[in-house]
């Protein structure tokens, strides 16, 4: 029979001991620690049966099944959760200020309200009146969204256990604070303390917990990597300043995968989803312009079709430059250079540009052949149609080959009105529902059949 254990615990950094100290042994915070009734061990969910308990994988998959997810009605987001939030979840959202992180959060929180759920979104950054102010522009004026302005910590888990909502929301880890803790706001300790104070929260109350923490310049979410490895997902919102689209990804999800994107509009009154983001991204695509090649990439469980254009100058200098902006210069680098000698185009004394539209990064090698043939395109000055697309990764002998998922690609293609894909060889040239399949084995042959050599 299980031994009925009692648990020290560290008040400030959620750190379990194995008996009483009058200093916590591992955040040096003195008389935090204190006893608890056995509970599920945090930074883990509380989905499996008691510790130490024997259970069947297929049961407890049941189980984890049974867990219902929150789902927030933004479509986007819930996707890129895995399915809408876990209980007892704690997810990091991250991103660079001004992004719109608050503003996702804000539209999201009134979606839980509005499938009837209380939501507690407690801000150290914004004045109740200013949070109020931002949830009527974005029609997130709901009854059981609770607001509170406060720094600390501590009256916020007292709200929490006084209101009992179904979801928190903390908007920012970096301008909350512990009383139990020294150190300012934003500090490593802090946010250490902080952060496992709320994993306890969510893994104990089974209480969700959305987390805003801004990045640095370089990227990183600022505090300690620890933060990443305590929480359950982690999300990256970002984007282009001067655009306003949005991108959401999870580059951590213990409940769900990591490929998924989430595409997002910013307007006068909020973020709007972009449900379709293929025909966003080629909105703005002139005909038959040269040095352009749309291609389809995979985002997660989406196809995606985007342009790529090149553009080729005289370079002035003796280095020529090679600018890319969505796309690897160390994978164009190798592109050219494979141009000059399987395409028979020298390249390699030109400035080359190459820009991937509507700010999206790539790193699939599916989309070599599309970067290929706008950078070809750019060099004979000669367009590709406007109704091919071209996909396919090129090898340093010139060959093409496979890439995952054609047909998932090429299905989004024929949805878009593509008449013609040039594609690595798999099962021969033929046509699908008014996509013609032109299969082509080389760089060079891929060049000749798209301009006509
Ligand atoms: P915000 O959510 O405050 O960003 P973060 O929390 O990531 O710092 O969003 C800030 C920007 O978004 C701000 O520059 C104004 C713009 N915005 C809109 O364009 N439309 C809107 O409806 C809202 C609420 C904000
Ligand atoms: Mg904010």
Redesign the pocket.
């Known amino acids: 029979m299980a031994k009925n254990r009692s648990r020290w615990v560290c008040s400030a950094c959620g750190a379990e001991t194995r008996g009483w100290f009058g200093q916590c042994p591992h955040c040096g915070a003195w008389n935090t620690i204190a006893e608890q009734a056995s509970a599920p061990a945090p930074g883990r969910v509380s989905l499996a049966p008691a510790e130490g308990q024997v259970v069947s994988a297929a049961d407890a998959q049941a189980d984890a099944e049974a867990a219902r997810r929150l789902t927030t009605g933004i479509g986007e987001f819930d996707r890129v959760l895995g399915g809408g939030l876990v209980p007892g979840s704690v997810v990091l959202l991250g991103?660079p200020?001004?992004?719109?992180?608050?503003?996702?959060l804000l539209q999201a929180c009134a979606g839980l309200c509005r499938s009837g759920h209380r939501v507690l979104y407690a801000s150290g950054e914004e004045s109740v009146a200013q949070v109020a102010a931002?949830a009527g522009?974005?029609q997130a004026r709901e009854e059981e969204l609770l607001l509170l302005a406060q720094t600390r910590l501590e009256p916020v888990l007292e709200r929490v256990d006084e209101h009992r909502p179904a979801v928190l929301v903390i908007d920012s880890i970096q301008t909350i604070y512990s009383e139990a803790q020294d150190g300012l706001p934003g500090n490593v300790t802090q946010i250490r303390s902080v952060a496992s104070r709320l994993v306890s929260l969510a893994k104990t109350a089974h209480v969700p917990v959305l987390i805003?923490g801004h990045v640095t310049k370089d990227g990183q979410i600022a505090g300690p990597r620890l933060l990443e490895h305590m929480v359950d997902a982690v999300l990256a919102f970002d984007g282009d300043e001067e655009r306003a689209t949005r991108m959401l990804r999870a580059t951590k999800n213990r409940f769900g995968s990591t490929q998924e994107l989430g595409v997002f509009e910013?307007?006068?009154?909020?973020l709007r989803e972009i449900a379709n983001p293929s025909e966003a991204f080629l909105a703005e695509r002139p005909g038959d312009a040269i040095g352009s090649c749309v291609t389809a990439c995979l985002e997660g469980s989406r196809p995606l079709l985007l342009e790529i254009q090149a553009l080729l100058g005289q370079s002035p200098g003796g280095s020529p430059r090679r600018t890319c902006v969505g796309a690897d210069p160390s994978r164009l680098a190798m592109l050219l250079a494979v141009l000059e000698r399987h395409g028979d185009l020298f390249v390699l004394d030109q400035d080359v540009f190459v820009n991937i539209t509507g700010g999206i990064r790539v790193t699939e090698p599916a989309v070599d052949l599309a970067v290929l043939l706008a950078v070809a395109s750019s060099h004979l000055r000669k367009p590709l149609s406007s109704q091919t697309l071209a996909v396919g990764e090129v090898g340093l002998t010139g060959e093409l080959r496979r890439v995952p998922r054609a047909e998932a690609r090429f299905a989004e293609a024929q949805r878009l009105g593509f008449r013609q894909v040039l594609c690595p060889p798999s099962r021969g040239s033929g046509t699908l529902k008014g996509l013609k399949t032109v299969e082509v084995g080389s760089v060079a042959q891929a060049i000749d059949v798209a301009f006509a050599r």
């Open positions: 991103g200020p001004g992004i719109g992180k608050s503003t996702l931002r522009r974005l805003v910013m307007t006068g009154d909020g």
